[in-house]
């Protein structure tokens, strides 16, 4: 075996449905009594419940987390949050308000307890994305790695079939990147083929029936799997791709995720054939083709054009793509790539690992 490192956070995690009901004692034993709750608007009704529950301990609530982050948003959630001499951060809902606590976190080192209502991975990260100018950039930094996660299968048992399916390819593509990212290592890539199985396994099942808590129990352990090796190692074509077109042209993140993922698997599949089969093989021949049948089997948007990006857009966003590219196994070649970003664009199915369609 060759010599490799890790990154692991000391993270408190919990599985079970009606965890949530448990917040009271995880934010006492931070220490803390002013705890803050994020959601976007769609979710404020949850975070005025979780307030309640924890009476005395709560001192407000912010909804209006919001796509990708923006900086601006940061900046009034911050300001609440010093206003209200809040001591933690309680983000209740998916990678958006994820993603604010991480933001609020980063710029006052208050502790953070995640309850994810969404199948994004990003509350086990260090990594945080924001938006600013309508550019999106990536740090990583310990100080935005959530102290607790919550995973309470009661709250996406509502969560509709459409944000899903799209959440859980999200996730998946943490998954497929750390299979043959640079820094990969047994364990990871280990989590990481766990991680998809959990999903190849659990989603069908909930697609059948959505309120099966089993079934959504697993989805949120897939979750937790792909987005811990998120945490791990670094990311690729795909993620660079989904930031540059969700913070240049505003596409909802998990759904360009979803979309994305079998055209980027296929691109880089060639390159790194024999990593890859242990993940085609639990999707059926090659994983870009097997990635292409599972989403459409699950319902999942197929077409960039369907998510709001034009077809004058792709020039642009096949330059934004090759400028700073991240560390990829097959050089990333702005030719090659606006090929993939038409294909995507129209829904077709991805080239094939020789690079035939």
């Keep these: 075996m060759s ?27 931070l220490g803390a009594c002013r705890a803050l709750i994020l959601s976007t608007s769609g979710r404020a009704e949850t975070a005025r419940q979780l307030a309640s529950g ?63 209502t969404t199948y994004s991975g990003s509350e086990a990260t260090p990594i945080l994305g924001q938006t600013e100018n309508g550019i999106k950039t990536t740090l990583t930094d310990s100080k935005v790695q959530p102290e607790v996660i919550l995973y309470d299968a009661e ?17 998946m593509a943490h998954a497929v990147e750390t299979l043959y990212a640079k820094d990969r290592n047994p364990l990871s890539s280990a989590l990481a083929l766990e991680g998809l199985k959990a999903f190849r396994e659990a989603l069908p099942a909930v697609i059948k029936s959505p309120h099966d808590l089993n079934a ?81 089997q699950m319902g999942a948007p197929r077409a960039l054009r369907d998510i709001g990006l034009n077809l004058s857009d792709l020039d642009k966003a096949a330059e934004l793509a090759v400028r700073n ?15 993939l970003l038409q294909r995507a664009f129209e829904g077709a199915p991805p080239e094939d690992i020789d690079g035939r369609s």
């Design 3 to 29: 010599d490799f490192q890790l990154r692991i956070a000391p993270v408190k995690v919990r599985f079970g449905a009606g965890v949530r009901r448990h917040l009271a004692e995880e934010v006492e034993a």
């Design 54 to 116: 924890l009476g005395g301990r709560a001192c407000g609530t912010f909804a209006k987390a919001a796509m990708h982050t923006p900086v601006e948003v940061t900046r009034e959630a911050v300001a609440k949050a010093t206003d209200l001499q809040a001591d933690c951060i309680i983000a209740v809902g998916g990678g958006s308000t994820t993603g604010l606590g991480k933001a609020i976190a980063y710029r006052t080192d208050l502790p953070q307890i995640v309850v994810p």
């Design 155 to 171: 709250l996406v048992q509502g969560l509709p079939v459409g944000i899903t399916v799209t959440s859980a390819l999200n996730a």
């Design 325 to 339: 590219p991240y560390w990829n196994p097959r050089p990333v070649e702005r030719s090659a790539i606006r090929e």
């Design 216 to 296: 959504r129990g697993k989805t949120l352990y897939g979750a937790w799997l792909c987005g811990s090796v998120l945490g791990q190692v670094g990311m690729a074509l795909h993620h660079k791709l989904c930031h540059t077109l969700g913070g240049s042209f505003g596409l909802l993140h998990a759904d360009t995720h979803a979309i994305l993922l079998p055209h980027t698997a296929a691109y880089n599949e060639g390159a790194v054939r024999e990593i890859l089969q242990p993940a085609a093989d639990l999707f059926g021949g090659g994983l870009g083709d097997g990635l292409y049948a599972f989403a459409g």
